[in-house]
């Protein structure tokens, strides 16, 4: 039986928030009054979608943004766990659930050499339309009043895992708040990690203590994911 490793992406995989990143493609790399003011509360893709609209409307091209996307840091370690992910997938399976985009993840992840790690990507799709510009839609609509309205990550790796074989240990590897919801569904014997100092590790935190579920293992870098996997496929 296989292990399924599912990550967050910004600020687990890399060390940032490629939502964020972005404006760096922007020749003053900073966004109007009007823009940031039109973002509501838990409707993150529709105001990215207005940035990304704003960003078309400056004439930088879809090559500017995936050249300034591929300089995005990873998370140190990550590089090394994705690798050895890759080397190993007759043992270990892959995915990525985040509340990005598909052209985002995937520039990076091909910019490194990483995208034969990841198996599938579950985010919000993007796309370059017929004037270059990018276009972003929400992933799926759902009735979770812990998530945004988006994307409820639960949902997805419950779909995800009833769709398939049981995977022997699943590992969850996150940083947010929106990574809480789909922890919900591990099992005894799984792991969720949380990066240490982040949101997902306070929450955690605060859970009852007694209730059963997966074990925590907090994390600084991949290589103590890493180590973990490891562990956990000669166990």
């Not at 838990?42 to 704003?54: I, K, L, Q, S």
């Not at 935190?205 to 562990?231: C, F, H, M, N, Y």
Request: charged share 25%; hydrophobic share 40%; aromatic share 8%.
């Amino acid at each position: 039986m296989k292990t399924l490793m599912v990550f967050d992406f910004d600020h687990t995989v890399v060390d940032d928030n490629s939502d964020t990143w972005v404006i760096r493609c922007l020749p003053d790399q900073s966004l109007p009054d009007k823009v940031k003011h039109s973002y509501r509360k838990g409707h993150w893709t529709e105001f990215m979608a207005t940035v990304m609209n704003y960003i078309g409307e400056q004439e930088v091209s879809a090559d500017k943004i995936r050249s300034v996307m591929e300089d995005i840091p990873f998370t140190p370690g990550m590089s090394d766990l994705l690798t050895f992910i890759s080397e190993n997938k007759r043992w270990v399976d892959c995915i990525v659930i985040s509340d990005a985009n598909t052209l985002f993840i995937d520039w990076i992840l091909r910019a490194a050499g990483l995208g034969a790690a990841v198996d599938q990507v579950f985010t919000n799709p993007a796309s370059v339309n017929e004037r270059g510009r990018v276009e972003l839609r929400c992933h799926h609509a759902h009735d979770c009043a812990r998530c945004p309205v988006n994307l409820c990550k639960r949902r997805v790796l419950e779909v995800y895992l009833a769709e398939r074989a049981q995977y022997r240990r699943v590992f969850y590897v996150g940083d947010g708040g929106n990574d809480l919801c789909p922890t919900s569904c591990l099992r005894r014997g799984d792991v969720v990690m949380p990066r240490k100092g982040y949101t997902l590790e306070k929450l955690l935190a605060k859970r009852d203590t007694d209730a059963p579920g997966a074990r925590v293992v907090s994390w600084s870098s991949g290589a103590e994911i890493l180590q973990e996997l490891k562990a956990s496929l000669t166990s």
